[in-house]
Structures are given as C-alpha cells and as structure tokens.
T-cell receptor
Framework: DAGVIQSPRHEVTEMGQEVTLRCKPI?????LFWYRQTMMRGLELLIY????????DSGMPEDRFSAKMPNASFSTLKIQPSEPRDSAVYFC???????????FGQGTRLTVV | AQTVTQSQPEMSVQEAETVTLSCTYD???????LFWYKQPPSRQMILVIR??????QNATENRFSVNFQKAAKSFSLKISDSQLGDTAMYFC???????????FGTGTRLKVLA
C-alpha cells in the first residue's frame, strides 16, 4: 500500500480564498483523522471520521472550516475564507482499530498571505 | 479529558550515548494505548513504539524501549546507542479505548551530536 496520500504538498494562497486539502487513507482503514500542526499549539485534532461518518468535530476552529468524507477512500478539508492565522501543516491520518497506531500522510503545508 | 504532557522541549545527546524522553498523561480509563512518534525534518510522522496499557511488560523495538509506569501515568522513551539519524521531534500520544482520538503531547526536540 502507498500509505496515506495527501495533496497538495504545499499550498500558498491569498487571504479570503477558498482552500481544499485532500486525503486518501490506507485501504481498509475505517478511521480517518485531520490534524493541524503549528509551533504554538502543536498537533491539534480537528475532526475524525469512522466509516465515513464524522464522529467528533469539536476541534474544528470555526465555521470557516469544513470536512467531508464522501467515501471510504477520500476526504477533504476545506477552509473558506482562508486567513493568515490558518497557516500551518495539516496532516491526515488513518487507522484500522483502536489498538493500532495512526498512519500519517506527509502533510500539506498551507501558507495564507 | 485526557491530556499528554512532555516537559522537555529540547534535549541533546552525544552519538552512541543513551537518552530518555519523558511523557506523562492523565486519564480515567483503564484500557488505553500509548505511542511514541518521531518527526524528522522531512515532517513525516513515523511510529517508533507502541504500548498497550494492559500489558505489564515494557515494549522494546531494537534501540528503542519504554518505561511504562501505569500507576504513575508515566511513559518514557529510552533511546540507546543514539545515532545522528535519531535527530527529530518526538511526540508522545495517547489513545483511549472509549474514544478513538489520538491525543499528542507538545513534543521534545532531540538533537544527536557527533
């Protein structure tokens, strides 16, 4: 398996623009997580899905952020409108069971100017 | 709510020496899972080692081992024979059996010196 695949690897956008980050989890994994990493706050869990259903979105910072998982092999995290304080590395991770580790993608470095 | 604390923001160690990274956590659950992840400059998150709370035996993976103290809620990582490639951020993580979220500490930046 190719692992968790995220795209794009880097994204630079202007304030106010819509940004969409994409994730393909490992085949067979039924949990999918979106994390945001910043120097100030570390790794924050934004939302996670189980069997394509959002289970906990309490970490989503505000209404500008939304996440979807239309099927077992694809998820998106959208920011609309984007702001400079959204600049961070966004990770997607997947896992297959509670007693296993999460497998991470390589992250998307988002810069909002 | 579960929390994970890493009290050492930065550490350094001489090549071939041994270093221990600290991690404490807080939970009311009895069954849970603990992990150490490594994040090198490439930013890829890589699993180093995993420990199930119901297992009394400390996990080991080659040069990496843990000291799991359930009563003290402590989960330290020992790296033996440190190598230059061990230079990275190390994150301690907790996953409960009742909730499937992975909660991460703030990380320890480890530098291995030649």
């Amino acid at each position: 398996d190719a692992g968790v695949i995220q795209s794009p690897r880097h994204e630079v956008t202007e304030m106010g623009q819509e940004v969409t980050l994409r994730c393909k989890p490992i085949s067979g994994h039924d949990y999918l997580f979106w994390y945001r990493q910043t120097m100030m706050r570390g790794l924050e869990l934004l939302i996670y899905f189980n069997n394509n259903v959002p289970i906990d979105d309490s970490g989503m910072p505000e209404d500008r952020f939304s996440a979807k998982m239309p099927n077992a092999s694809f998820s998106t995290l959208k920011i609309q409108p984007s702001e400079p304080r959204d600049s961070a590395v966004y990770f997607c991770a997947s896992s297959s069971a509670p007693n296993t580790e999460a497998f991470f993608g390589q992250g998307t470095r988002l810069t909002v100017v | 709510a579960q929390t994970v604390t890493q009290s050492q923001p930065e550490m350094s160690v001489q090549e071939a020496e041994t270093v221990t990274l600290s991690c404490t956590y807080d939970t009311s659950e009895n069954n849970y899972y603990l992990f150490w992840y490594k994040q090198p400059p490439s930013r890829q998150m890589i699993l180093v080692i995993r420990q199930e709370a119901y297992k009394q035996q400390n996990a080991t993976e080659n040069r990496f081992s843990v000291n799991f103290q359930k009563a003290a809620k402590s989960f330290s990582l020992k790296i033996s024979d440190s190598q230059l490639g061990d230079t990275a951020m190390y994150f301690c993580a907790f996953r409960g059996s009742g909730t499937y979220k992975y909660i991460f500490g703030t990380g320890t930046r480890l530098k291995v010196l030649a």
